[in-house]
């Protein structure tokens, strides 16, 4: 009868702490930026489109005319809700980022 292999500590092969067992691991599940942010982006340029067409900043006083047209407003409330809600986004997944580090 033979005697099961040793390793060089001297331990047998299948208990020695210096054997190389393979193991799986996963790794930790990591945010994708992108996708955030444009989906964050996204929701901005409609919340501000939407502040512009229901007139929620719409200058009550009928003495002053506005040389712009609805649309240029859609368009720059629109952007300026897409530039705060897409940094809001950004922030938003490197806090997800960190946070799957630590786990």
């Known amino acids: ?3 099961p292999p040793q390793c060089a500590c001297g ?5 020695c702490p210096a054997s190389r067992t393979v193991r799986t691991v996963t790794p930790a599940r990591r945010p994708r930026f992108l996708p955030i942010i ?5 929701i901005g340029f409609l919340v501000g ?14 003495m002053l ?8 407003g859609i368009g720059y409330l629109g952007f300026m809700g897409a530039l705060v ?3 809001l986004a ?14």
């Open 49 to 62: 489109a939407s502040l512009a067409v229901f007139g929620w900043f719409e200058d009550r006083d009928t």
């Open 11 to 15: 331990w047998f092969v299948e208990g």
């Open 90 to 103: 950004a922030v938003l997944a490197v806090l997800l980022d960190r946070r799957s580090e630590r786990s």
């Open 65 to 72: 005319e506005s040389n712009y047209a609805p649309s240029a």
């Open 1 to 3: 009868m033979r005697a």
């Open 38 to 42: 444009i989906t964050g982006a996204v």
């Open 85 to 87: 809600f897409g940094l």
